[in-house]
């Protein structure tokens, strides 16, 4: 039996795919190959940076320490900003997406072409990023925070919305009929029947959704919409590595912090 | 054959697991290992093979020290030793084959391991063994879709697919319906007593333990207290081994399988 | 909702305590704001209707993103595998997987736009930094499912193949690799799809792609092109999520 041979009358051939499959499957692969490479070419990208990247890591990470702690006195305002933005931008949001979600809920919404208008509302506000809203309003309203709110706004309502949707639609029927069938108007219905219902979503999303725009607040400086932004790049482009450093610090803790209530609060809702 | 000396397991310091455990296995025999549950024959057959590391004590397969192998000496030890497990443990998402030919992963190159080109002993001997084990045909089917007792038989094939000096059976049947239980041993210890493989089989079973072992051990608190032939394992025995206060409703009610095992010892020997 | 009433209202003086407060602080300057809607108004009646006269440039713009966020994924995909090898608790060594952890945690926690403009002061402006960009966010994430994926697999599959005498790369690929590949592919092509999201984001901080196209025109109150790269990013998230939707409704 170990003499090395095949033992006779078992075929001794076995292939796990066919010829067929075996070439569709390489061909995937070769498919995926092809367009990354392409991609990575076509990119231009000056590879001998490359040859220094270490050296200018190297040289960034010295002169990132140690922090500039006495920078603090000048971001702690920002820092505060930072997260007033992420909670009124939130707070904006809770008040626009909430009645939007009932428009774009298949079984609240009055009619179709309402349906649709909700639906195309959500599409668009999720497909532009926080940071291209913040373009948009510091044109509208000029630098400053109140930008930052909107963009925050703009951006999660079609997050929010859309969860709270999906919520709407998958709620018990129950309630909700036994309520319309005393003959309550259409509001009392959505107030006693189906609001109760969807309260804990809509907790829970406002809360998950505050602590990713903790996390998008602290960018919004970049395009002139308030907070740490701001002072991160001004640091950044007068080559102040220790500040720079001491206000990264210092968004790491907000943000791991933030993360942490957040969950600590979902967990207590739910 | 094998050799286990003194060998002792505790998995939190002071409580054995596994208490100074020594015997021979000195032929090829299929030693079935009874005992209520929690009393480390788990344990024992896992320190063999070191998937659980003994705190002392040695186990010496055909001369060679399991125990104080390095990594590299340990995968080529575990070579010579098949596994079968009580959930059967196959890789789900791979075919029968697959599973079958991973028995000779200790055997073959990186590279034929990722394109599945085994050689063709292999192979053959795979088919052979799903032939011994009545799976012809099934070598392409996936492993979740096959039912509990296909897939412990394909788990006795990949075991088999080692050509081990030893053969490690974690409660082969402890998963399966009565009917299947009977079948599986019987393919197994069918297969053990043709290839002339030691086997050292966990059993909670007793009736089963009785009719298929040719040798049994009796285990309670991780100590080896009864060692004989199915025929020595009279009602006296197993009160022994089980403990006669244990049979009461109050101490059964956490672990049910003294109770089913022994209740009635006088039918076991029937079936 | 909330039964007790002194903590009902208890939790809404504060509530209002903190929007006074927080409006207080904030520096904003009121009568700027005030001509808001007045701007809006005519910064969309310029933006009305929208240009795609330049649709060169704005093509360049949209290929160049594509192919930031492709080679992004497609790196990031296989430098995952070994950090979330390296992040699975029951594979790594312990020092290994806290190090790991350590990476993903810190790579998360920033927002992409913050390590894009760091990768841009180390190698200049352009796509590279954006791909580097996008790199570092696809590892992160990917890693961390894959880490995920792996800690809660059936430990049994693999014990049986460790079992055999089959060395650790050998026990990857039979023992984990079939059971996580799904889920690995299904990720990977998320990603692909959050990264053509995102690659519109990282060129306003000069990281390359589309977003810079879009950064220019504002800068240069080009409202009606901005519009027309507004929509065109629409329609490629769109596309993207289309297509992202129905490579992993095939992998099922």
Known sequence: MTDGTAEAGYPDIWKRFSPRQTLVRYLWFLGIVFVAVWSVRH????????????????????RMIPPD????????????????IATLGTIVTFFIAFPLAFLAARNTTPNLATWFIGRFILV??????????????????????????????????GFMGKLIAEAIEEIDEGPVEAIASTGASRLKVLLVGVLPQVLPVIYGTSIYRWDINIRESTVLGFVGAGGIGIQLYASINQFAWDEVSLMLLTIFGVVVISEYVSAIVRQKIT | ????????????????????????????????IIGPSGAGKSTLIRCINRLVEPSSGSAILNGENVTTLNSAGLR????????????????????????????????????????????????????NLLERVGLTGFQDQRADALSGGQRQRVGIARALMQKPDLLLVDEPTASLD?????????????????????????????????????????????????????????????????????????????????????????????? | MIENPLLRHGLLVLAVMYLAWSLGSLEIDWGRTAQGADRAGRIFSRMFPPDFSRWSLLLKGVTESVEMALAASFIGMILAIPLGLCAASNIAPKPVYLVARG???????FHEVIIAILFVKIFGFGPLAGVLTLVVASISFIGKMLAED?????????????????SFPKVLIYGVMPQILPRYLGVSIYRLDANIRHSTVVGIVGAGGIGQTLSASFSRYDYDFSLAILLTIIGLVFLGEFFSNWVRGRLR
Do not use: C
């Open chain 1, 43 to 62: 990119l231009d990208i000056p590879w001998f940076y490359f040859l220094d990247a270490h050296v200018q890591v190297a040289d960034l990470a010295v």
């Open chain 1, 69 to 84: 702690w006495s920078y603090f006195d000048v971001i702690a305002q920002p820092l505060i900003e930072t997260i007033h």
């Open chain 1, 124 to 157: 668009a506000s999720r497909s532009v990023n926080t940071v291209v809203w913040a373009l948009l309003f510091v044109a509208i309203f000029g630098p400053g925070p109140v930008a930052g709110i909107w963009a925050v706004a703009f951006r999660s309502i």
């Open chain 2, 1 to 32: 054959m094998l050799k286990i000396e003194a060998l002792s397991k505790s998995y939190t310091a002071g409580i054995p697991a596994l208490d100074n455990v020594s015997f021979e296995v000195a032929e090829p025999q299929v030693v079935a």
């Open chain 2, 76 to 127: 080529k030890a575990r070579r010579r030793m098949g596994m079968i497990f009580q959930e059967y443990n196959l890789v789900e998402r791979l075919t029968v084959m697959e599973n079958v030919l991973s028995g000779r992963l200790g055997y073959v190159s990186f590279w034929r391991a990722w394109r599945r080109n085994y050689p063709a002993e292999d192979i053959s001997h795979a088919f």
């Open chain 2, 178 to 271: 009565p009917k299947t239980s009977r079948q599986v041993m019987r393919i197994l210890v069918e297969l053990a007593h043709e290839l002339n493989t030691p086997t050292l089989l966990n059993i909670h079973d007793v009736p089963l333990a009785k009719s298929f072992a040719d040798r049994v051990l009796g285990m309670q608190d991780g100590k080896l207290i009864f060692d004989g032939t199915p025929d020595e394992l009279t009602e006296d025995a197993l009160t022994f081994i089980y403990g006669e206060e244990d049979w009461s409703p109050e101490a059964t009610a956490g672990s049910p399988e003294p109770e089913e095992g022994i209740s009635s010892p006088e039918k076991a020997t029937a079936v």
């Open chain 3, 103 to 109: 990476i993903l945690v810190l790579t998360r926690t």
């Open chain 3, 150 to 166: 792996i800690e809660n697999m059936g430990n049994r599959q693999m014990e049986a193949i460790r079992a055999t005498g089959a």
